[in-house]
Every structure is written in C-alpha cells, then in structure tokens.
C-alpha cells in the first residue's frame, strides 16, 4: 500500500486542522492505519490508531480528547481531526500501515507516508 499525507500547515493554538491519508491499492481494509509525529531532535512517536476490524482506535494520552482519528475504508482515506491544538503539537505528521494487530511501535509499521508539516503558534 502507497500512503500520501496531507493537511498540514500553520494554525494558531487552539486551533483545529483535519489531516488526510489517502491510500493506493485494494487492501487498505486489511491494515492497521496509524498516525505519528516527529518534533525536531526528538524521536518518532505514536499519536493515534484505528483497527483494520470493528474500528477501534488507540491514542498517546498527550493528544487523547483532542484528536479523533477515522478511517473510510470505501475512500480508502485515514484522517487525523486535530482540535485544541497546543505548540507542542508542532510537528511533521506521517501515516503508516501496518499488518501487526494493535501495535503503537513505529517498527511494525512497514508502510509509511512523506509526512506533512504542523505549526501550531502560541
């Protein structure tokens, strides 16, 4: 599966942006669909995830009741509805898939999209 994120940009704090993962290929009901996020000199870490059976999702407790992740497996679409957004949301965002069942580690996920930029300003 091909992954290409989109959405980013700039937003005030408190703001709202929707990130969007648009997939290629059939399979895209078959994975596990996840969101992460990279600040600069930090380490890739989890943001949220949504299963590839009856939908359940995961979430950091940084970003948990503020960010909603869904999947439309019809559109074969992942999104990412970030509100109340705070500075240190800033990051580069990627979606990825994954095969693994109900993993948060980044090295479970085989596939990954370019990232896309968030600037949340104070």
């Known amino acids: 599966v091909q992954l290409q994120a989109s959405g980013g940009g700039l937003v005030q704090a408190g703001g709202s942006l929707r990130l969007s993962c648009a997939a290629s290929g059939r399979t895209f009901s078959s994975f596990d669909m996840g969101w992460f996020r990279q600040a600069p000199g930090k380490e890739r870490e989890f943001v949220a995830a949504?299963?590839?059976?009856?939908?359940?999702?995961d979430y950091a407790d940084s970003v948990k009741g503020r960010f909603t992740i869904s999947r439309d497996n019809a559109k074969i679409t992942l999104y990412l509805q970030m509100n109340s957004l705070k500075p240190e949301d800033t990051a580069v965002y990627y979606c990825?898939?994954?095969?693994?069942?109900?993993?948060?580690?980044?090295?479970?996920?085989?596939?990954w999209g370019q990232g896309t930029q968030v600037t949340v300003s104070s």
């Open positions: 990825a898939a994954t095969l693994a069942y109900g993993s948060r580690w980044p090295a479970d996920f085989g596939f």
């Open positions: 949504v299963r590839r059976r009856g939908g359940g999702t």
